[in-house]
């Protein structure tokens, strides 16, 4: 599996919004399905979305209608755009691959160091 670092966190206020990304230095990003997951203080880790290397998001509850993953494998990036943050989605945010192309394929591990969303006033 490939190896990211992630970026974009930081602290906002609620409705705010932010842009994480995670890139790799690895090859073969346009082979594998990428997903984004959090971990809140003294909780597990929660899927939030995943894309499939054919594109097709998919979104856990949580991020429906507020956020937006994509995928540019020329940068070997994959960016989750999120918009009307609410102190609930204060976590560290990893992204990581599938074991396939497919997200429902599943499979995720190799977790990165993360990076820190913290929504408050």
């Known amino acids: 599996q490939l190896q990211f670092v992630e970026s974009g966190g930081g602290l906002v206020q609620p409705g705010g919004s932010l842009r994480l990304s995670c890139v790799t230095s690895?090859?073969?990003?346009?082979?594998?399905?990428v997903g984004w997951f959090r971990q809140a203080p003294g909780k597990q880790y929660e899927a939030v979305s995943c894309?499939?290397?054919?594109?097709?998001?998919y979104y856990q509850n949580v991020a429906k209608d507020r956020f937006t993953i994509s995928r540019d494998n020329a940068k070997k990036t994959v960016y989750l755009q999120m918009s009307n943050l609410r102190p609930d989605d204060t976590a560290v945010y990893y992204c990581?691959?599938?074991?396939?192309?497919?997200?429902?394929?599943?499979?995720?591990?190799?977790w990165g160091q993360g990076t820190q969303v913290t929504v408050s006033s």
């Open positions: 990581t691959t599938a074991a396939g192309s497919d997200c429902r394929v599943g499979g995720f591990a190799s």
């Open positions: 690895g090859d073969g990003l346009d082979n594998y399905a």
């Open positions: 894309i499939s290397s054919d594109g097709s998001p």
